[in-house]
């Protein structure tokens, strides 16, 4: 293929595979303003029309690890395909969807979808640009693109819901869905199968671990942490996932080799992962109920007001992209973090009568920044010194970490502001939203110093890309 062909060719695989990305990561939090009207629709309470939410959050983190394997041995680009076409029905079904079980269990598939396409999608950007400057600008891109789809997908979900109803949401996704596929074939390489088994028991005991995890914070979170429920499902998750670990140590062709983890800076990138989404979800949390209970904002209103986050993840992932190399991950990643703490530690100070942009708009800005300067080098820290063969699952354990701090991360940041909260009415409730920062603003800053204390390759070792190295 002629040099420019091929260049186009590999924008255009950029393009759709960070299109992929924005699918997923948006999935979650599009559905946010449509939920009032979805609950009014089918006469659902708030604990029931949470599921709308959770299903997708819970079948996405269980079915990633097994997504990111089977990428690895069946072929990344057949594991892409299906995951956006999985999507695709599932967003289909959830748009016709005539009561609220179906819509459930719709957005159940569509995080099944999104567990088997987002590992493959980072696998195969790795097999597209070899390791150097080219990798570091599509990680750029890649990176500006996953960090901004949830804030756009809070802004997109308003604007649907206000013009065409929540359908629209679903419609929207199917569309897109479709977009993607249709060069699926043109842009993305073939990769070859391997000889090797899906480890289906470790699959299937990783999966319900993550799942009962998942629900077993959720219902902790808003049942309360004795319940009858919340214990068992805590406990089954314990069991599964210590049956997992177990399963891996013993199995002879693991669904996680556990090995990846001798490499530092894959360590260093899962807890970056974990901690990244704590604090970023956390403020998404609080900030709207801050926006709408305490000031009186509309939550469309609310959902403008993270505009300028998106904006700056852009810019700031565009400028941070020239530095994406194995010598500056580590500093990329801390200072990431302490940009994300500090950037929520700023909201502690929001007062009863608030301006946005006074008391609110800094505190996004200066997270924003953090969010764009780490997204890329966490991304590319978890491939680093893992053969090519691996980087379908070690991508699924990186966003297996986002997703747990996402739920895990802010359940214990939610019991946090809980405890804290006097009683005493909208003064109340202020003071829990501040120790809910604050200990979201800890997580970050202290994870920053462990990412710090590990030591990292100052440059790539001639093995990274064909697997004879492994940093530790």
Not at 118 to 128: F, V, Y
Not at 264 to 277: C, D, H, L, Q
Request: aromatic residues 6%.
């Amino acid at each position: 293929m002629p040099p420019d062909n091929r260049e186009g060719r590999h924008r255009g695989a950029l393009v759709l595979l960070s299109a992929a990305l924005a699918l997923d990561v948006s999935g979650v939090a599009v559905i946010n303003s449509a939920l009032p009207a979805i609950g009014a629709r089918f006469d659902a309470s708030g604990s029931t029309l949470q599921w709308a939410m959770t299903a997708y959050a819970i079948t996405f983190a269980g079915v990633l690890l097994l997504g990111g394997r089977a990428a690895d041995i069946i072929g990344r680009r057949r594991i892409f395909a299906l995951g956006v076409a999985l999507f695709a029905v599932a967003s289909l079904a959830a748009a016709l969807a005539p009561a609220l079980p179906v819509l459930i269990a719709a957005r159940a598939l569509q995080g099944v979808g999104a567990a088997l396409s987002g590992p493959a999608s980072l696998a195969m950007l790795s097999q597209i640009f070899p390791a150097g400057p080219r990798r570091n600008r599509a990680l750029a891109v890649y990176a500006a693109t996953g960090a901004s789809s949830f804030s756009a997908g809070l802004i997109a979900g308003g604007v649907l819901t206000d013009l065409f109803g929540w359908r629209s949401v679903f419609v929207v996704s199917v569309v897109a869905s479709a977009l993607v596929l249709v060069p699926v074939r043109l842009l993305l390489p073939a990769s070859t199968p391997q000889r090797s088994s899906l480890d289906l028991p470790g699959a299937l005991l990783v999966t319900v671990g993550l799942a009962f995890l998942v629900y077993g914070v959720t219902s902790g979170s808003d049942h309360g942490w004795a319940q009858a429920q919340t214990v068992l499902a805590l406990v089954l998750a314990l069991t599964a996932l210590a049956g997992f670990v177990l399963r891996e140590l013993r199995a002879r062709d693991p669904l996680l080799p556990l090995q990846i983890f001798r490499s530092n800076p894959v360590k260093a990138a899962t807890m970056t992962g974990a901690a990244y989404y704590t604090g970023v979800s956390g403020l998404l949390f609080f900030a709207p109920l801050y926006m709408q209970d305490v000031l009186g904002y509309s939550p469309f209103q609310s959902s403008l007001a993270v505009v300028p986050m998106g904006l700056i993840v852009i810019v700031s992932s565009h400028v941070t992209g020239r530095f994406i190399t194995p010598a500056h991950y580590k500093r990329l990643m801390a200072a990431s973090l302490v940009l994300i703490g500090a950037g929520v530690a700023l909201w502690a100070l929001t007062p009863q009568d608030g301006s946005y942009g006074v008391n609110m708009l800094p505190g996004i800005a200066v997270m924003s920044v953090g969010q764009g300067i780490g997204f890329g080098a966490m991304t590319s820290a978890t491939l680093e010194g893992l053969p090519a063969h691996r980087h379908g699952v070690a991508g699924a354990v990186n966003v297996t970490a986002q997703q747990v701090g996402s739920s895990v991360g802010v359940a214990v940041l939610v019991a946090v502001a809980t405890a804290a909260d006097s009683g005493d009415g909208t003064g109340g409730r202020l003071a829990g939203f501040h120790a809910g920062y604050l200990a979201a603003a800890a997580v970050c800053v202290l994870t920053a110093l462990l990412v710090l204390a590990l030591r990292f390759p100052e440059a790539a070792q001639d093995g990274a890309e064909d697997g004879t190295a492994l940093h530790g």
